[in-house]
């Protein structure tokens, strides 16, 4: 103020020397400031003193500047050394901040001194160690040609035309430039790298000193040119040994790789020079952004490329190049590369000047002298209004060097350059030729992993190949004669259902047209036949032909233990090995006393072509052969054994398929990447919220796909096609062979007559696993080669993508493909003949086994005495078969029961530990301490519990809450250091700040006007809220003498602007608006303002409802905790208050026990669904008639709602966690919403509790004492619904005497619920009824007398008597199948543990059966035993005779 009001009386010699010397020492100390923050000096002691000493006005408040340690930590670190540091940076740059306003009002008011001064064409110079400065003034006619203003080694090069560009242009006009030493550092958050220029500033003043704005074309750009620091010292450059390199190095490189990051905040230009060792040389320089650049004779990937040729080589012969800040804005990186030319492209291309593209080679880099390089950054920065370098509009020109920087504005401003010498470059020729592990973990673990896991699958596939064998073959039946010599090839197809194979010995008759067999039985020593999904082949002989078969009649004896006496029987084929005629008999049903129709013997006719070509006969044979044999990946567990494609060789094309799908999946995945980048310039994009859709990716996706089929197909067709080495028979025949040796020449006789199909020799079986090692080593290189280029991190990227499209196409794609095309030729193009499960097996040629293997049923040469006694066919009864139905019943649902309750336990057991794992010990005993500290009910003059007035409410709030919302000194008078936002217990932290939130109602005219008031306050309503801005004190009119909390705190604001929610209280539900103050500010502020609002009486007659919120976070139990003071205001007078307390824990899992246990849970709730649903289709609409029905659907519902809320807190945690995060706590946020739907979740998990212990009820019906509490509640039913109508008239006419005569006595008569409450208290005769007496001398004792003799004694007693009634008629009716289930399944568990032993009653009929029948079979056997002893005396004989006649010989 002094200068302004002596720059008119003061002589212009005097106004030089002061200009000059103002400037001169405002100038240093801007630089002093600004040295230690671009890093050109050291701070000061003093002044890293005054930062990091404790203010002497220290408080805990979250926004005190000094106590946040958010403003100085660096990311995540909290260190006290970062905090220190950056503590000192802080304040250091409010210090450079505030002398730079000050210098600019000092430079403003200099100016516009000396401008009285100067007259046009006149100008004022300044050049000085600390600073230069120039004013010109000149006319404004002379900026329409092109003008240049010289300051030091700056300058300013204005355009023409330039006073088309200006808004207010006068006659006169000031240019003003000035420069400084040391650039300032700004309010950036990251370093602009100007701490070695300049600081060049510019302006036009008008002949009011007022500053001209304007702004320029991008085609008519300003020039400026900004010098460097002249004590700038360059390094050298850095030599580049390619001669050595280009000989030693392996790797098939054109160019020499250079990596350069330019990942930082503002865009900059790069520059490169080089020097070449031979001045004779010619370099093809390339480049490419993020990414190598690849240049070949088959590839083009390069953003750029120039030619650097001897003629264009500068006075120190250097190479240059560069690249502005245009070009690399938004890159991270950029890979430039040189190759050497030679002779030939010398002349081709440098003495070309119209030349438009590269010369390209393929051959790998060669160079014949080594060079040198230097690579340096510099950008063009200018300064905006808030302090902060910019570089949007700004283009770094191509005379930027070592010492200057050129640069192009539109505006004029203050700038700077920036500046940074690159180090060394990475040779990427040496990073190629030595990936380092650590560095690449992520793809070299992905190929060994999957190796491992391919030589585990291997030793698998190896060892059922093997067991496999064990099946092949044809059964010879032990019963068959050795004078029967007509031969039946029978096959036996077991269906995949669940317990579908059997135990039992399975017996059959044949009916044909000429004849019968006798009983035949399935049997094989061997083996095990007639297993689940099992395909056997029997070889049946009969004295004669059967002619054409009729049916075949096919029983078992039930033998079987538990589940394996059933069998499903899919359909049999009987070949007649003489004329090669095929039968088909169709099941399809069950043999088994349990299932279906309960019948275990059935007569099969032979099916009909009709019949044959049915859909659903025709879809199960195809989707099961399609599955087991068709799906490659699941065909190695259920590979068919007939097939002579090993469990091995599927392995091996499977992994073949995954690494050459892996490798196209690596080698495309930038393209796709570059396809989904490009969708929101792509009009032809699908979009389906955030997933986009392009044609590049789906022609993208076709050709790996395609790409990937190829090679798999060919190689699943040569390993199909291979022949044996040896030639070897079929089963059948080898069989035949073995018994009738003389069919043997009928045998080759049939094969010969068959078409082969192409089949490739056996040697080729080398050629598919060199061609699969091949694939695999190849697509090993690639992938390593590609993942080392990605980097570790987009290498997880791209094995995310891969392994979750590996399983989709496994478990998704492929099963619905094959179902698909199962159903599709069902349907359409169903053939009889067409019988590819059976093919393998009816095909004469279709086994060979490999030299190391041999068939199981090599039929041994035996005497021609001997005989195998066959298996006695034993046929159930009807009474036995009914007999074991039933026990066969009883046995399943016992272990259905069993199994019932063992799944019942584990979900159970994992309910509550899911539930109870989510509830925290130390959640009570947080809100214990919150509530005394808060509410003090301790004192009394400041309990909030107690309190009944405003004055009291004030008083609480001043003198107990505010104190409690500071961490003050300690017990010992020490300052609470590092405690800022935490609560005075020092304990909780306060997540931002509290909120105090005003309801009030509109002022409305009394319904009933009368003489003491014509206005009236209704109590609170939703439609009658007050929503108007008021000012200060409830006034219209509004006013500055008071700070903004408190102009707030009476301006109406909505709950979406406050992010505030409806909340009922004790006597009102309240919105979400309000009129709100924010407790924010020092510990003496809060006080002072709530004074003020005090005084200003902010709680008036109109106030409804204050409701104070705020969040608290404990660190030390990882607690967030919600609190809400309620305090409301009725209409009738006084004030009623409440508080919540509601502890949340947003971790959704605290360990990886609890995480298990959640997915087993939902694993459990899965499984219930399935089997509601079964269940649902089964009973229809009577579903819903059943109890547990409701109780299933109740802990489904309740589970997944609370699966639904779950995922939703886990996202609000997140969400709160990044503002927590990114603020340090220094934000508000609300948990008014999270708390409610944390409640919500409460409630969810104690329904799923309850639904879940109830069921247990329904484990008791087995036991016939607890059953009877269910029966009982069940014949009650209909009593209990017509007593509870008559119970509700006779409590509501009650309720209503009580209500009506002592609501206003009583505080338990104050509303209808209190009264209920009361009435249930008194029918449970915990009511005191000296309360009655006081309230009604007379009406008190007889309401209470007449309600105990109605209710108690009368309606008890009826509730009593139909209870009882129920319960002798649920003990005469007790269902005695459950008893006996109860009692089959205790004895069945005694006899388990050895407490009972099997008696001769346990025995079942067909243990009696087979007992009875003993002696007969023994008769056999004994027979059986006499002709093997005549056959060993026999043989013996012989092998005596034949020595004696040798003796004789």
Request: proline share 3%; charged share 20%.
């Amino acid at each position: 103020m002094t200068l302004d009001s002596m720059k008119t009386k003061t002589a212009y010699e005097d106004v030089q020397l002061a200009v000059t010397d103002l400037l001169q020492c405002a100038t240093n100390l801007l630089s002093a400031v600004n040295g230690p923050l671009q890093q050109r000096t050291i701070i000061l002691d003093l002044d890293s003193f005054r930062a990091t000493k404790l203010p002497d006005d220290y408080d805990t408040n979250l926004e005190f500047d000094w106590a946040n340690p958010n403003l100085f930590a660096a990311g995540d670190d909290f260190s006290w050394e970062t905090i220190q540091k950056n503590r000192n940076v802080y304040y250091q740059k409010h210090l450079a901040n505030q002398i730079k306003s000050q210098m600019a009002a000092l430079t403003s008011l200099l100016t516009s001194t000396l401008n009285i001064h100067l007259n046009i064409g006149q100008n004022f110079n300044i050049e000085t160690p600390q600073i230069m400065m120039s004013l010109q003034a000149i006319p404004s006619q002379s900026l329409s040609n092109q003008f240049t203003k010289q300051i030091g080694n700056g300058q300013v090069r204005f355009p023409e035309n330039l006073t088309t560009y200006l808004f207010n242009s006068s006659e006169k006009v000031s240019i003003r430039s000035m420069m400084e030493p040391l650039a300032s550092f700004g309010n950036s958050a990251s370093s602009s790298n100007t701490n070695l220029s300049r600081s060049i500033s510019f302006s036009l003043l008008d002949q009011n000193q007022n500053e001209i704005p304007f702004q320029t074309m991008a085609n008519e750009s300003i020039e400026i040119v900004i010098p460097r620091d002249p004590n700038l010292i360059i390094p050298a450059m850095v030599l580049q040994n390619v001669t050595a390199t280009s000989n030693s190095t392996s790797l098939h490189l054109i160019f020499d790789l250079h990596y350069l990051n330019l990942t930082t905040s503002l865009p900059i230009s790069v520059h490169w020079e080089i020097q070449p060792m031979n001045t004779g040389i010619a370099y093809l320089f390339v480049y490419r952004f993020d990414q190598i650049p690849q240049l070949s004779n088959s590839i083009n990937h390069i953003d750029g490329w120039t030619l650097l040729c001897p003629s264009a080589l500068a006075n120190k012969s250097i190479y240059t190049y560069y690249l502005d800040n245009q070009h690399t804005l938004g890159h991270q990186s950029v890979i430039f590369g040189l190759r050497e030319l030679d002779a030939t492209e010398i002349s081709q291309s440098c003495s070309n000047s119209t030349i438009t593209d590269p010369p390209i080679t393929n051959e790998r880099i060669n160079f014949t002298s080594n060079y040198q390089l230097r690579v340096y950054t510099s950008g063009c920065y200018y300064l905006d209004k808030d302090n902060q370098w910019k570089s949007d509009g700004v283009l770094v020109g191509p005379l930027t060097n070592h010492s200057q920087t050129q640069c192009y504005s539109t505006h004029l401003t203050t700038f700077a350059g920036g500046f940074v010498i690159l180090p060394e470059t990475v040779d990427w020729s040496y990073v190629f030729a030595n990936a380092d592990f650590t560095k690449n973990l992520t793809v070299y673990l992905t190929v060994i992993c999957v190796c491992v896991i391919y030589i585990i699958l291997i030793i698998y596939a190896r060892y059922y190949d093997k067991k496999d064998v064990e099946k092949l073959g044809v059964t010879v039946l032990p019963d068959n004669h050795k004078d029967a010599q007509y031969f039946y090839q029978i096959i036996a197809f077991t269906g995949q259902r669940k317990n579908a194979g059997t135990k039992s010995n399975v017996h059959f008759v044949i009916h044909g047209n000429d004849n019968d067999t006798h009983i035949r039985t399935f049997a094989d020593p061997h083996r095990r036949i007639l297993q689940r999904g099992g395909v056997d082949a029997f070889l049946m002989s009969v004295p004669k032909s059967l002619g054409l078969l009729n049916c075949i009649r096919i029983w078992h004896d039930n033998s079987g233990k538990g589940s394996s006496s059933s069998w499903f029987l899919k359909y049999l084929i009987i070949r007649d090995l003489q004329t090669m005629e095929k039968y088909h008999f169709i099941c399809q049903q069950w043999l088994a006393v349990e299932k279906d129709d309960g019948k275990i013997e059935r007569v099969l006719p032979v099916a009909s072509e009709l019949e044959k070509r049915q859909f659903s006969f025709v879809l199960t044979k195809r989707t099961y052969h399609s599955v087991s044999d068709g799906h490659l990946w699941f065909s190695i567990f259920s590979r068919p054994p007939s097939n002579h494609f090993t469990r091995v060789q599927r392995c091996t094309c499977c992994f073949v398929l995954f690494f050459v799908s892996m490798f196209l999946n690596i080698m495309y995945y930038d393209l796709s990447n570059e396809a989904k980048n490009t969708n929101s310039t792509n009009t032809a994009s699908l979009s389906f919220g955030s997933l986009y859709i392009t044609p590049q990716q789906i022609i993208i996706g076709i050709i790996v796909e395609f790409f990937a089929l190829i090679p798999s197909l060919l190689l699943v067709q040569l390993f199909r096609r291979l022949r044996s080495r040896q030639k070897r028979i079929s089963p059948v025949f080898q069989a035949l062979s073995k018994v009738n040796p003389s069919s043997k020449a009928h045998v080759h006789q049939k094969k010969r007559s068959r078409k082969s199909s192409l089949t490739f020799p056996w040697w080729c079986i080398f050629i598919a696993y060199g061609l699969c090692t091949l694939l695999v080593g190849l697509s090993i290189l690639f992938i390593i080669a590609r993942g080392i280029e990605f980097g570790d991190v987009k290498t997880q990227k791209w094995l995310a993508s891969i392994v979750s499209g590996f399983f989709s196409s496994i478990l998704l794609t492929q099963p619905l493909k094959i179902i698909s095309v199962a159903i599709f030729f069902a349907f359409f193009c169903g053939k009889s003949n067409d019988d590819k499960e059976a093919s393998e097996l009816l095909d004469d040629d279709q086994i060979a086994i490999k030299a190391d293997e041999e068939y199981l049923h090599t039929i041994q040469e035996k005497s021609s005495l001997t005989h195998q006694s066959p298996i006695r066919a034993n046929r159930l009864n009807k009474s036995e078969v009914i007999h074991a139905r039933h026990y066969r019943i009883k046995e399943i649902e016992m272990w259905s029961v069993m199994k019932e309750a063992m799944l019942y336990i584990c979900f159970i057991a994992v309910l509550y530990v899911v539930i109870y794992s989510n509830r925290d010990s130390s959640a009570f005993y947080q809100v214990d301490h919150l509530r005394k500290y808060f509410l003090n009910t301790r004192q009394t003059d400041l309990d909030y519990t107690k309190i009944s007035t405003i004055d009291q409410y004030w008083t609480w709030l001043e003198n107990s809450f505010v104190d409690n919302l500071r961490a003050q000194e300690w017990y010992n008078g020490e300052p609470p250091r590092n405690l800022t936002g935490f609560i005075n217990d020092k304990s909780h932290r306060l997540i931002g700040w509290a909120t105090m939130r005003q309801l009030r109602m509109k002022t409305v005219l009394c319904e009933k006007q009368n003489v003491i008031a014509s206005t009236c306050q209704n109590d609170y309503s939703l439609f009658n809220e007050d929503k108007y801005s008021y000012g200060v004190g409830w006034k219209y009119t509004t006013t500055n003498n008071y700070n903004a909390s408190i102009r707030q705190a009476f301006i109406y604001q909505s709950a979406d602007a406050l992010d505030t929610y409806v909340y009922t209280g004790d006597h009102e539900t309240y919105g979400g608006g309000g009129y709100v103050y924010e407790f924010r500010g020092r510990l003496s502020d809060l006080q002072g303002n709530l004074s003020q609002l005090h005084q200003l009486q902010w709680i008036d007659d109109q106030t409804r409802a204050v409701i104070i919120q705020l969040t608290l976070y404990n660190p030390n139990v990882q607690l967030f905790t919600a609190v809400t003071f309620l305090a409301e205001f009725l209409s009738s007078s006084g004030v009623f208050t409440s508080a919540r307390f509601q502890p949340i824990s947003f971790y959704a899992f605290t360990s990886v026990y609890q995480l298990v246990c959640t997915i087993v849970y939902m694993m459990l709730i899965l499984y219930f669904i399935w089997i509601e649903i079964r269940l649902f289709m089964q009973m229809k609409s009577k579903y819903f008639h059943r109890f547990w029905s409701y109780v299933e659907v109740g802990i489904i519902v309740c589970s997944w709602t609370s699966v639904g809320i779950f995922i939703w807190r886990y996202k609000e945690s997140q969400r709160i966690g990044n503002v927590f995060k990114e603020t340090n706590g220094y934000a508000y946020i609300n948990l008014q919403l999270a708390s409610y739907i944390n409640d919500v979740l409460t409630f969810l998990f104690g329904f799923c509790c309850f639904f879940g212990t109830i069921k247990f009820v329904k484990f008791c019906r087995y036991n016939q004492r607890l059953c009877l509490f269910i029966q009982t509640l069940r014949y009650a039913a209909r009593q209990l619904l017509s007593f509870t109508m008559m119970f509700s008239i006779v409590f509501m006419s009650f309720l209503c005497l009580f209500y009506l005569l002592f609501s206003s006595k009583l505080i338990e008569c104050s509303s209808l619920l209190h009264t209920a409450q009361m009435l249930f208290e008194m029918t449970l005769m915990k009511f005191d009824a000296h309360e009655l007496s006081g309230a009604a001398a007379f009406l008190g004792p007889f309401s209470f007398s007449l309600f105990i003799f109605v209710v108690v004694f009368v309606c008890m007693s009826m509730f009593l008597s139909i209870i009882n009634g129920a319960f002798a008629r649920a003990r005469e009716n007790v269902d005695d199948r459950k008893k006996e289930l109860f009692s089959f399944m205790l004895e069945t568990f005694q006899q388990w543990i050895g407490m009972k032993k099997t008696t001769d009653k346990d025995y079942s009929l067909d243990d009696m059966h087979m007992q009875s029948t003993n002696a007969i079979n023994g008769f056999s056997d004994k027979i059986d035993e006499l002709l093997g002893a005549i056959d060993r005396i026999y043989i013996s004989q012989i092998r005596d005779r034949s020595k004696l006649q040798e003796t004789k010989v």
